[in-house]
T-cell receptor
């Protein structure tokens, strides 16, 4: 079985401040990990993903995430928040091998304060 | 653009009526999924398909059925809609390769009165 826990359903940061959205996962096999972003009234779009190799992955819009196996974490960061980053962010896990069921976390809404 | 179209985008219906949501893709992907999104629950998998006429249940499949008679279309049916099925429904396809990346449609907002 696999699962995802996102700490904090709402996070507020000031414009220009560091963004840190937390994600911990559980998986019985080596995982593939994803962050998706959802803007209001839209579907989800991929922000970044980790499959194998380098544990620090970079995504679109200046976001990055680091896979830490020992901590079973995949936290999302951005050095400087922009107003356009206000959205809901979802962490997801898929098993590496065989059929890949994708399990999503409950989401974190990011508010950026001017 | 992954070429996913959901219809209808918005629907209001009454308890006990049947509802069918359609997901259409233009890129011939094998895997297709139906998720529902509810506040506090994130996205939960309803059903998925791994080929024509090949479907399986997800974690919240009760009250839903699906059909896939051709590669490009994946239908989600609520045989008798209930208020607990008021939600936003997303169709997704899995990209080629082995990494599980999903592409989503824009969603269908269903309200059951």
């Amino acid at each position: 079985a696999q699962s995802v826990t996102q700490l904090g359903s709402h996070v507020s940061v000031s414009e220009g401040a560091l963004v840190l959205l937390r994600c911990n996962y559980s998986s019985s096999v080596p995982p593939y990990l994803f962050w998706y972003v959802q803007y209001p009234n839209q579907g989800l779009q991929l922000l970044l993903k980790y499959t194998t190799g380098a544990t620090l992955v970079k995504g679109i819009n200046g976001f990055e995430a680091e896979f830490k196996k020992s901590e079973t974490s995949f936290h999302l960061t951005k050095p400087s928040a922009h107003m356009s980053d206000a959205a809901e962010y979802f962490c997801a896990v898929a098993s590496s091998g065989g059929y890949q069921k994708v399990t999503f976390g409950t989401g974190t809404k990011l508010q950026v304060i001017p | 653009d992954a070429g996913i179209t959901q219809s209808p985008r918005h629907k209001v219906t009454e308890t006990g009526t049947p509802v069918t949501l359609r997901c259409h893709q233009t890129e011939n992907h094998r895997y297709m999924y139906w998720y529902r999104q509810d506040p506090g629950h994130g996205l939960r998998l309803i059903h998925y398909s791994y080929g024509v006429k090949d479907t399986d249940k997800g974690e919240v499949s009760d009250g839903y059925s699906v059909s896939r008679s051709k590669t490009e279309d994946f239908l989600l049916t609520l045989e008798s809609a209930t208020s607990s099925q008021t939600s936003v429904y997303f169709c997704a396809i899995r990209s080629g390769g082995d990494t599980g990346e999903l592409f989503f449609g824009e969603g269908s907002r269903l309200t059951v009165l």
